[in-house]
């Protein structure tokens, strides 16, 4: 069953990639749950995450079923088994797990997307460095960047910042509280704009504080892409992004020009917009337009798109 489905999709994925130019997509996300497994093609290479269960096999018997499923995974793709990595992970909402590292060591290698470069990483990181679900939303941000100015919240790896440097943004000033993803932002910077500049700058602080103390308008793009929860100790106060999600929408149009636009997006689940009490009445779900080939009915993230009157 699990060879027949996974033939089947990358034989249909696959195409819709090799149309549209694109190297990394997902190919399976726990389709049957015989094979609770996500797989994604990076390049020449694919990440295999097996989603934690209670799967009631011993060690010798999982270990068997494990490499039976990469080996059916390696046979269907053409990939070749020294080139999947393979994790275990648990099935959480939102992006919580983005941050946790799993060893000391750093694997990483350039994949391209949008004609950009991206440095990814299978081995070291519950995730890959570039979230696959955003790349329709990168590139509306790269079509409106030209002579903007944006700010990237919660930057993660920055991949939002290097498409708005390719649309031809003035600034960009990407924001995360962790050094090394900061550091890894900076490196993705440097791989497409090595001259880049003062055009592009990392700040290392707390996005939720400085949404919650925002006051003068400073940008004409931003990028809102927080986690669902966090209880980080070096945040000023707990996110709770349903509870939370009205005050850091409003700080972000505080910090927008009139006629700047907001883009949010959150992956947990059950997220409900408190529209009216969003200060803008120009607000529009992009979920589905957003909504990647490699994603259709299966994607677990809404985003909307929010401009500031300006009136």
Known sequence: MFRNRLDKVFRHLGK???RQGISCFRIYDHDLPEAPLLIERYGDRLYVAEYKRRHGLDDDAHAAWLQECLRIVSEVTGVAPEAIHVKL???????????????EQRHEFAVSEGGLSFLVNLT?????????????????????ADGKDLLNLFCYTGSFSVYALAGGARSVHSVDLSKTYLAWTDRNVALNFPDAGSRHQSIHADALRLLLDAREPAYDLIVLDPPTFSNSKRMDDM?????????????ALRLLRPGGILFFSTNYTRFQLDVHRVESPLVKDITRATTPFDFAGKLQRYCFRIEKPTG
């Not at 992970?89 to 060893?103: F, V």
């Not at 070291?124 to 409106?144: A, P, Q």
């Open 16 to 18: 819709s990639a090799a």
């Open 124 to 144: 070291d990181y519950l995730d890959t460095g570039l979230f696959l679900d955003h790349r329709i939303t990168r590139g509306l941000v790269r079509d409106l």
């Open 89 to 103: 992970r648990q099935r959480k909402e939102g992006r919580q797990g983005q941050y946790q590292k799993l060893d």
């Open 239 to 251: 996110l709770e992004v349903q509870r939370d999600h009205v005050a850091m929408i409003n700080g």
